[in-house]
């Protein structure tokens, strides 16, 4: 899924004002699902209480109706346990403790997108486990330390892949960052990896979703029979973070986030 880079496009101020309002109701949202997240609650419920939020707050969870080889998605959060890195669906299943919860969330406002996502652990976990969250969102900062004006969507890919090469965790190679905006996947394809080419020059008005994955054992992953969830071949741990930012002359600003501050260790109440 390496994109073409043809259409990229930058956005006026007034658009990053609305991806703004965006990014800082998926970071409301992120943050009431992970004060939810405990043992005994639902997926289904988590992707309800994401709805609703998003619905009364006047937006609309982009994640409905996305095409893909299951069908078109039906839900307002992706819930991903464990073994599953990214793109599992809300519905019966119980959060159990000591499970590694990824939540991913987007939302329009006004036309435009925001995406994030965090990686829960609910309750306590051996601290190898730990150290893979923490390493995950600390690879998505890297990401966003590089990404700025003047260097390039292969800086981005470079500084991830360092994190995760440090600790010698895997890192997906077909699923990786994008561009966002009037659309939540926009060009370009942002890899987590290097090898793709330096690629296209960073430029003020960017708006980009970056977000690694890695995990405890090995980059391949498999999509399960219902056609969304990605999972790790060799069924190990996995983590996702993601962050919507902008590209901006003054510097990159991260749009995903709200007033409250971002929990640092991505740990669930239970
Ligand atoms: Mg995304």
Redesign the pocket.
């Known amino acids: 899924m390496i994109l073409s880079e043809r259409r990229v496009t930058l956005k006026s101020r007034r658009q990053v004002e609305l991806m703004r309002r965006a990014g800082r109701l998926v970071a409301d949202v992120l943050d009431r699902v992970g004060d939810e997240i405990r043992p005994g609650i639902t997926t289904g419920d988590l992707d309800r209480i994401a709805e609703e939020m998003i619905r009364r707050s006047g937006g609309i969870p982009s994640f409905i109706g996305v095409a893909g080889a299951g069908g078109p998605y039906r839900h307002s959060i992706c819930v991903s346990i464990d073994d599953e890195v990214v793109h599992g669906i809300p519905g019966r299943r119980r959060i159990e403790a000591g499970q590694v919860v990824s939540i ?1 969330a ?1 939302a329009i406002v006004e036309g435009w997108h925001g ?1 994030a ?1 965090r990686t829960f652990i609910v309750g306590d976990a051996p601290v190898r486990v730990r150290e893979l969250v923490d390493e995950t969102r600390r690879g998505m900062f890297a990401g966003i330390a590089a990404a700025r004006a003047g260097n390039t969507i292969g800086d981005i890919a470079a500084a991830v892949e360092a994190v995760a090469l440090e600790h010698g965790y895997g890192v997906l190679r077909d699923y990786g ?2 561009g ?1 905006g009037s659309e ?2 926009e060009e370009p394809f942002v890899p987590n990896f290097r090898g793709a080419g330096r690629g296209r020059k960073l430029e003020p008005g960017m708006c980009l ?1 970056i ?1 690694p994955m890695f995990t405890l054992g090995g980059p391949e992953v498999r999509v399960r029979d219902d056609g969304w969830t990605v999972a790790t071949a060799d069924g190990s741990l996995a983590a996702h973070w ?1 962050h919507t930012i902008a590209i901006l002359a003054e510097g990159t600003e991260i749009l995903t986030v709200n007033d409250r501050g971002e929990r640092l260790s991505g740990e669930a109440g239970v």
């Open positions: 991913d987007g995406d996502a960052g994008h966002i939540m996947h979703a977000e993601e």
